[in-house]
Structure formats: structure tokens, C-alpha cells
């Protein structure tokens, strides 16, 4: 047996570097604050409704293969994958709604119809994101962002402007498109990225193509059907969880962790893997002459933003809703400067609705809807009840008037999420929901570091570090992270 490793939190992150350090020996107990795993992505039940509590979008489904291949398994022998079809709809209002069929010809017909020319610019675009796809998610996001040379890949360096790094996606998507509203579809997937379009290399316009060309999936039963499966097979390598169980501090003698503290017992380990949320184990476990970064620092940080979430199960089947619904009825751009230029409670928000009882009769009961509302907000705001309300007739009503129906007399069960929730239920700084955005200046070595040079067996790992945020990142975040401890433990 090599030596042992705590890991604080879990999260996907927390659970693939356990696991993949399970994997080659060491001995590994997973720390993790609430009853279950999942983090952010834990599930919640009540009256019959089976709600996932954040990521309900399954994008990039051969990072999910290759990682439990790494293991000597398929995604197919822990959960089943259905793809979605049509991919998502786009209310832009009530009359203009766009389903976006999974199928590519197809969306370069919407294309057409929309703005002549389009489907053929629409086919480079994709090239270039395919190719962007390539470097970027089978390469580039597996380097640890310790040195500045990771980049220096002669491949890399020869392709380098076929990369688009230093455009932004904003003036990317510009040069090939007019119409305001496909322009508005393809800056979509940005939003998972925490930052405005403006501000987003083109690079991330491989999330376009992982949207258009490798499609929209969900795990049959939900997405927490992931979190099982990664727990089981984390199991299966001889990974203990431990819930309820919150780390407390760090021991440390020289420039070693000697121990954890949980629960005001001192637990010793060789190595500490710490998957919470980076600058709640920086600046809440760790003595201050080790930390890294300053308070400054962190407040200087471009967050990512929070979420205002509403669970809701509704005693009716509703109609013109799908599985994945965008409401794109107000101003994407005021929107987007209320959560990253001046951080406030938005005018008129943008909102996304998840339905996903359209596609798996496991998530409500007979007849029943299973609802998610998601409204992107700035981190770090006041968070109300009153407020939270104010919103909830605001969106109940705009998704009545949209889908033609009447919503608010059939709900049947509601709970609300936000900034407090994120905060006591996760250590979130400022409440934020997905980490760091992912702008210019803080991607790859520009992010919070996977190492501290000040404490040599302390590593960061999940959606606060590279590559950044998102269910597929924080996934490949654990495995970066579990490499750089075997690199250095030799
Ligand atoms: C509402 C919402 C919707 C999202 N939608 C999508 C989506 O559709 N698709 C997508 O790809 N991504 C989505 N994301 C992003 C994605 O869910 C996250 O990037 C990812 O889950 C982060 O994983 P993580 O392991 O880095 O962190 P976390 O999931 O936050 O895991 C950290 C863990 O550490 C634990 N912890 C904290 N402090 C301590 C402590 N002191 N001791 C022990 N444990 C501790 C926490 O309880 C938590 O379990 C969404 C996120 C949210 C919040």
C-alpha cells in the first residue's frame, strides 16, 4: 500500500482523484461535509419528485467514457445514456420558438431558414470547433497549468491561431453570423463557462461543437445516476467515504500536513487531496503563513456566477415545454452586465427550465411535472426570501404567457436555492455556483494552482482550479490533480 490520502469534499473532483489514486495503491478516505456525494450535483426527493440539485446538462459524453475506461469500464455498465432529440427548444417569444434537433443537417437548415448563407458558415465554424475540441478537451485541459512550457507543445505552438485565444467568442461568432438570434444561440454555451461572451477566448467555441455536433444526453433516472456510478466504481477500487463529515483544519509540522482535523478528531495522513471549494480550505482550514493566495486575491477574482433556483413539482402535465427549455425572451447582453460588468439583481433575466419528467416518468409521480428553474445572478449578492419571491412571479408569469397555460395553480411543491444555500451548504465563496469564470486572464496557468509551494503534500483540486468549471472539467480536474501527487510522491 502507498501511502495514504485524505480528500476533502465529494464532488466529481474529489471522486476522481480518490479514485484514480485508489487505483494505483493509496490508501484513500473521501471527507466529505454532507450525507451524500455529488456536491453541487447531490439529489434531493420530496412528495414523489426527484430533483437533481444543479448540473442537468450531460455535454461531452466521451470525457464520461474515457474516464471510466481509465478503470477498465463503460459508461453503459453504471448508468444508461439516452440522447436527447430534439437537443433543447429556444423561446425567444411566444411565437418564435426553435427546437434544436439533434441531428446536424437539420441544424444547418434552421441556419438557413434563419439567415441566408448561414449553414455553410455554420459548417466552418464547427470545423474550427471540432479541431479546438480536440487540442483543447483531449489535450490541453489534462496539463496540471504549472508552467507556462505546458503550452509550448510544438503541435500546439504550430496551430496556435487555428485556437483563437486571444479573440473573444463575442467577436468570433460576429465575423461569421448577423442575425441576432443565432448569434444568441451559439454564445449560449458560454454561460456554462461563468463569463460574459466579451470576455471568453473563441477557444471555447469547442463548446459549440460539443453542443451541435456531439449532442445533448441524459443519464436515465437523472444525473445523479452519474454520482452513483463514479461512487460505486470508487468503491469498487477501495475508496471509504465518509459523510457527515466535515474537515475542520489542517495540521501541519514544517511544510507537511501531518493531519486533518474532523470533528475535533486529529485523523493523520501522508497527503491531502482537497476537492472543496479552493478558497474555503485556503483561507478557513489552513494556518495563514500558508496560504498562497491573499483575501485580496480572492476578491480581485472574476467569479462565475450563482444560481436563483426553483425546485417545483406541478400536478399536471404541461405542454409546449421539453426536457431542456431556454428562455431567451429579454436582453442577453443587459442581462449578462448585471452579473459580470455591475453585479446586481437583474432587470428582466434570461432563464433556463429543465422538465426532465418530459424524458424519464422516474422524476415525478403519474401525471405529474418535475420542474428546475435556473436563473444566472451575480456571486456575493443579498440574498432574500423576498427577493427570491419577487423573481418567482416574475419567471412563473413570463413561462405562462410564453407556453400558453397556467403553471402557478398546479404547483404542488416548491423550494428555492440560492447565494445562502450555496454558502452553507457547500463553503462557496461569495455563494457562487460554478467556481472562477473562465476569462482571458484566468485560464490554464492563470487559474489558483493545484500545488502550494509553502505545504508540499497539500493539492487543489475541482471547479475553482484548472481546467475550470463544468460537470466534464471538474471530472478531468480530479485525475490532473491525483497525476501531480503520484508525479511528486516519487
Ligand atoms: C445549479 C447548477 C447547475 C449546473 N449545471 C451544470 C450543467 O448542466 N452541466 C455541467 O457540466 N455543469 C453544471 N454545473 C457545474 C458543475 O455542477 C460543477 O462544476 C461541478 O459539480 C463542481 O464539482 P466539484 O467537485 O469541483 O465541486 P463540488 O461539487 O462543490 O464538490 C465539493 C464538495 O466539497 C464538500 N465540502 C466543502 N467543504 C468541506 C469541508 N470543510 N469538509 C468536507 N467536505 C467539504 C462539499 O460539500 C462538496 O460536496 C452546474 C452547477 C450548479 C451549481
Known sequence: MKGKVAVIGAGFAGIAAATTLAAEGYDVTVYEKNCSAGGRARKFESDGFVFDMGPSWYWMPDVFEKYFNKFGKTVSDYYELIRLDPSYQVLFSKKEVWNIPAKQDDIYSLFEREETGSSKQLEKFLEE????????????????GLSIAELFDLSLIRGIFKLHVFQSISSYIRKYFKSPKLIQLLEFPVLFLGASPSHTPALYSLMNYADMSLGTWYPKGGMFKLVEG??????????KFLFNSPVEGLVLSGNKIEAITVAGRSIETDHVVAGADYNHVEQELLPISYRRYSEKYWDDRSLAPSSLIFYLGVNKKLDNLLHHNLFFDTDFKQHADEIYKDPSWPTDPLFYVCCPSKTDETVAPEGCENLFILIPVASGLADEDSTREKYFEQVID????????????????????AHRDF????????GNAYGLANTI?????????????????LFYTGQLTVPGPGVPPSLISGQVVANELMKRDK
Open 129 to 144: 470547433g471540432k479541431y479546438k475540441y480536440k487540442v483543447g478537451v483531449e489535450n490541453l485541459v489534462y496539463n496540471p
Open 230 to 239: 463514479m461512487v460505486n466504481l470508487a468503491e469498487e477500487k477501495g475508496v
Open 398 to 417: 413570463r413561462m405562462e404567457k410564453l407556453t400558453g397555460q397556467s403553471i402557478k395553480s398546479n404547483v404542488v411543491y416548491k423550494k428555492s436555492y
Open 423 to 430: 454558502i452553507e451548504n457547500y463553503n462557496s465563496y461569495k
Open 441 to 457: 486572464s484566468q485560464t490554464a496557468n492563470l487559474k489558483p494552482s493545484i500545488i502550494n509551494k509553502k505545504v508540499s503534500n
